[in-house]
């Protein structure tokens, strides 16, 4: 992973509660149970502390979301946990479904953060496992395809001022390198996410494995009223 994103909160359990709300929970996602090959799948870098919507819109064609998470980071019985509430409502309220983790634990099996009707190059989803890490810096596999929002700390909504920086990070949706996700409804497709030697992200959408279509997807830090800023690019 490249150095700037990948630097770890190496820090004792009191200074993780004293910063909390202000740490990013990653979820890096791997194929087998040990985590320690080549990061694959569906991953997420997402904010403590505040209320995230439309996660998975990224994976849906730009459909919005209807569940919201928020993750908050407590301390219970000498172990520091990471709550992640996903709330029924768009401004997190409701009665939310709770998943929890043990920060420290190596490897547990994905969370189904986003649902998706889909398969991922011949994988189910259930087989995928995630690495769970807190850092001070949003955190990604290299050579994924990363959606990246932020804040729109500068109050304009016109993309005007530097937006886009790790200051201003929510959450980010990774994609590993040549991941093909292949969807069934309403008819079946699949899209792959890559990375170029140039760092351009692209998508290839190929309608039932005859039509496809290579698109360039990377995208300059842009302004979205709803969601602040986003920006697509190569980690």
Same mark, same amino acid.
């Given at each position: 992973?490249?150095?700037?994103?990948?630097?770890?909160? &190496?820090? /004792?359990?009191?200074?993780?509660?004293?910063?909390?709300?202000?740490?990013?929970? !990653?979820?890096?996602?791997?194929?087998?149970?040990?985590?320690?090959?080549?990061?694959?799948?569906?991953?997420?870098?997402?904010? /403590?502390?505040?209320?995230?919507?439309?996660? =998975?819109?990224?994976?849906? +064609? =730009?459909?919005?979301?209807?569940?919201?998470?928020?993750?908050? &980071?407590?301390?219970?019985?000498?172990?520091?946990?990471?709550? *992640?509430?996903?709330?029924?409502?768009?401004?997190? /309220?409701?009665?939310? $479904?709770?998943?929890?983790?043990?920060?420290?634990?190596? #490897?547990? !099996? /994905?969370?189904?953060?986003?649902?998706?009707?889909? %398969?991922?190059?011949?994988?189910?989803?259930?087989?995928?496992?995630? @690495?769970?890490?807190?850092?001070?810096?949003?955190?990604?596999?290299?050579?994924?395809?990363?959606?990246?929002?932020?804040? +729109?700390?500068?109050?304009?909504?016109? =993309?005007? *001022?530097?937006? #886009?920086?790790?200051?201003?990070?929510?959450? =980010?949706?990774?994609?590993?390198?040549?991941?093909? &996700?292949?969807?069934?409804?309403?008819? $079946?497709?699949?899209? %792959?996410?890559?990375?170029?030697? +140039?760092?351009?992200?692209?998508?290839?959408? #190929?309608?039932?494995? $005859?039509?496809?279509?290579?698109?360039?997807?990377?995208?300059? #830090?842009?302004?979205? $009223?709803?969601?602040? @800023? %986003?920006?697509?690019?190569?980690?």
């Amino acid at each position: 992973m490249k150095s700037f994103i990948i630097f770890l909160l &190496i820090i /004792s359990f009191k200074s993780i509660i004293a910063f909390g709300q202000g740490l990013f929970v !990653n979820f890096v996602p791997f194929l087998t149970e040990k985590c320690n090959e080549e990061p694959f799948g569906i991953g997420f870098s997402i904010l /403590s502390g505040v209320c995230i919507n439309n996660l =998975g819109s990224f994976l849906q +064609n =730009g459909q919005k979301t209807s569940s919201s998470w928020y993750f908050e &980071i407590t301390e219970y019985e000498k172990s520091t946990i990471i709550s *992640g509430f996903n709330y029924p409502d768009s401004d997190c /309220s409701g009665f939310p $479904e709770v998943s929890r983790f043990v920060y420290g634990v190596e #490897c547990v !099996n /994905s969370p189904v953060i986003v649902p998706i009707n889909a %398969t991922f190059s011949g994988y189910d989803f259930s087989s995928y496992y995630t @690495h769970v890490s807190l850092s001070k810096v949003p955190m990604f596999p290299d050579d994924s395809v990363v959606r990246g929002v932020y804040s +729109n700390a500068d109050g304009s909504s016109d =993309g005007s *001022g530097d937006t #886009c920086t790790f200051d201003n990070f929510v959450y =980010g949706t990774v994609i590993t390198n040549n991941l093909l &996700i292949k969807y069934q409804f309403p008819f $079946e497709y699949t899209d %792959t996410y890559s990375c170029s030697s +140039n760092g351009t992200a692209y998508i290839n959408m #190929c309608e039932e494995n $005859e039509k496809c279509l290579k698109k360039n997807i990377s995208l300059e #830090c842009n302004s979205d $009223e709803s969601n602040g @800023h %986003t920006q697509i690019f190569c980690s």
